[in-house]
């Protein structure tokens, strides 16, 4: 069973930035991570994702231009770095874990969850 752990999450000001850390159990080859993220009385929503092996990268377009994903495949951790954040960005942001090489938006396409970490942002 893999598990992932996320952390970094906080309270920042508007135009701050945060970078929050998954770290997974064992390697993750041939897998995709993505990050979501669900705000108080909101669906889940994809935010980023991750292709382990070759670094093919997919981003919202609601974060285009201030979020970065990236992975550091020894660490078998993956980033996301959040820069010029909003109120609006305020949610629980988690990771998952799928199979395959396609870096899916659909939270039923992950099999593996983290616990997720709180990012406030403060206006």
């Known amino acids: 069973q893999v598990q992932l752990v996320e952390s970094g999450g906080g309270l920042v000001q ?3 930035f945060l970078r ?3 770290a997974a159990s064992e390697r993750t080859f041939s897998s995709i991570m993505s990050w979501f993220r669900q705000a108080p009385g909101k669906e889940r929503e994809f935010v980023a994702g991750i292709s382990w092996s070759g670094g093919r990268t997919y981003v919202a377009d609601s974060v285009k231009g201030r979020f970065t994903i990236s ?3 020894a660490k078998n951790t993956m980033y996301l770095q959040m820069n010029s954040l909003k109120p609006e960005d305020t949610a629980v942001y988690y990771c998952a ?3 395959g090489s396609s870096i899916a938006s659909g939270m039923a396409d992950y099999a593996y969850w983290g616990q997720g970490t709180q990012v ?3 206006s």
Request: glycine share 20%.
């Open 71 to 73: 992975r550091d495949v």
């Open 14 to 16: 508007t135009g701050g």
């Open 97 to 99: 874990r799928r199979g």
């Open 20 to 22: 929050l850390s998954c």
């Open 120 to 122: 406030t942002v403060s």
